[in-house]
């Protein structure tokens, strides 16, 4: 058994209710407990941790290292294109990690096409929707699993 994290970053707590034609209309809390429920069925644990504040998530980052986390999952939203604070946290605690976004962030505005996480990802998981977070644990377990 592994311990997981799952974090999502700055306005992923108004999804459902935020622009559903580009992220869709399930809730964060929907596709947490799913998460939890697929990892708990791999034989895993997955924490879930959301926040609007770059300090909590670089702080969940290095905690992570503290407690033993052995794969994240993280959708930087809006600071994916601007957070090298956070980037830096994750190659600071190398923590392997897969990078998720609910769209395909190269179909929309060209800002949206460079991530500062993406080249240091193990992997990435674009436009997908909420299944995309089904797809990440599962490819979380086989990474903790062949490594």
């Known amino acids: 058994m592994s311990s997981f994290l799952l974090i999502n970053g700055p306005n992923l707590n108004l999804l459902g209710s935020r622009e559903p034609d580009v992220y869709g209309a399930t809730n964060l809390a929907a596709i947490e407990k799913r998460c939890v429920d697929v990892a708990k069925e791999l034989g895993h644990?997955?924490?879930?941790?959301?926040?609007?504040?770059?300090?909590?998530?670089?702080?969940?980052?290095?905690?992570?290292?503290?407690?033993?986390?052995?794969?994240?999952?993280?959708?930087?939203?809006?600071f994916t294109h601007t957070s090298v604070a956070l980037r830096d946290a994750f190659l600071a605690v190398e923590i392997p990690f897969i990078e998720i976004h609910l769209s395909n962030t190269f179909a929309r505005e060209e800002f949206r096409h460079n991530s500062y996480f993406s080249d240091i990802a193990s992997s990435c998981l674009f436009g997908f929707g909420a299944y995309g977070y089904e797809l990440a644990v599962q490819a979380a377990d086989r990474h903790v699993n062949t490594s």
């Open 45 to 78: 644990d997955l924490d879930c941790f959301q926040s609007n504040a770059e300090h909590e998530l670089i702080d969940k980052v290095q905690q992570a290292a503290v407690d033993k986390v052995a794969f994240i999952i993280l959708n930087p939203g809006g």
